[in-house]
């Protein structure tokens, strides 16, 4: 696809053509799929709610108006979903709980070390308020700019920085406080 300006690919998916839906899906899916998987814990329910997000996305594109970033309204609907998956299933958010190693890149003692320090991020995390961890997960794991988190979660840029400053500080010193396993 050669148009690469992300409000025509935009337009042109309003107008309902399939390159442009499946160059939005191309841009966007792993990101999403990442942020979910994150927050889920469960690879196959992770990749079912991906699916979800694009084919709600397909549905509400006629009604997507460019207040916000493109992006950021990605994250509404994958937010959205989340929220409804957790009431269906009566569970609460999980944490972000998954940094993926490439195990032919890492050695035996390389993956107990990084499987020791996630689990020390997911103890941490655990411990955040949700607010935080949703910041968090959005900024670092998905890579999200303020504005398109502030857009994601309907607040304020200053909110933004405010949760993501008292997140990570919490953060920084709960994994300062647990000691190192060796």
Known sequence: MSDREPSTVVTRAQRGEVDAIGALYDQHQEAIFRYLWARLGERQ????????VFM???GALPNYRPS??????????????LIDHYRRHAQSPLPLTHAE????EADPITLAEHTLTIERLHRALAQLEEAQREVV?????????L??????????EAAIKALQHRG???LRGLLMEEPVQS
């Open 101 to 104: 190693v490439r195990t032919a």
């Open 56 to 58: 709600r996305m397909i």
């Open 137 to 145: 997960a959005l900024r670092f794991l998905s890579g999200l700019s």
């Open 68 to 81: 916000a970033p493109f992006r950021a309204w990605l994250y509404r609907i994958a937010r959205n979903l």
């Open 168 to 170: 990570l500080a919490a």
């Open 147 to 156: 504005q398109e988190t502030a857009a994601a979660l309907d607040k304020t």
């Open 45 to 52: 329910a992770a990749e079912d709610l991906t699916g979800d």
